[in-house]
């Protein structure tokens, strides 16, 4: 079974920093794509970035371009979220995710899902 633990949520202003964190247990790790999705409460859950199997390729939804930066170091087995100019927008519990083939990118299936870390922007 295939363990993701996430950390690094919490409570920031509007304008702050955060650095989200998700181990894996999985020993295939480096082999596969990984991903942070994000669901706000009443709305459906959110493709936010993602990574490639060595980190040489990335994407990011639009809302986070510039802001956002996801990265992996694979010795590790952790993939991170860098997040920057945080705005109560983006307020949401935040998934790691691990894909099913050597990249994730929007819309592509999960394979499995971390429990989620609840971060919180306020005004």
């Known amino acids: 079974q295939v363990q993701l633990v996430e950390s690094g949520g919490g409570l920031v202003q509007a304008g702050g920093s955060l650095r989200l964190s998700c181990a894996v247990s999985?020993?295939?790790?480096?082999?596969?794509?990984m991903g942070w999705f994000r669901q706000a409460p009443g709305k459906e859950r959110e493709f936010v970035a993602g990574?490639?199997?060595?980190?040489?390729?990335?994407s990011y939804a639009d809302s986070v371009k510039g802001r956002f930066t996801i990265f992996r170091d694979n010795a590790k087995k952790t993939v991170y979220l860098q997040m920057h100019s945080l705005n109560p927008e983006d307020t949401a519990v935040y998934f790691c995710?691990?894909?099913?083939?050597?990249?994730?990118?929007?819309?592509?299936?999960?394979?499995?899902w971390g429990q989620g870390t609840q971060v919180t922007v306020s005004s």
């Open positions: 995710a691990v894909g099913r083939t050597s990249n994730l990118k929007g819309g592509d299936t999960v394979a499995y």
């Open positions: 999985r020993h295939t790790f480096r082999t596969y794509g």
């Open positions: 990574i490639n199997w060595s980190g040489s390729s990335t």
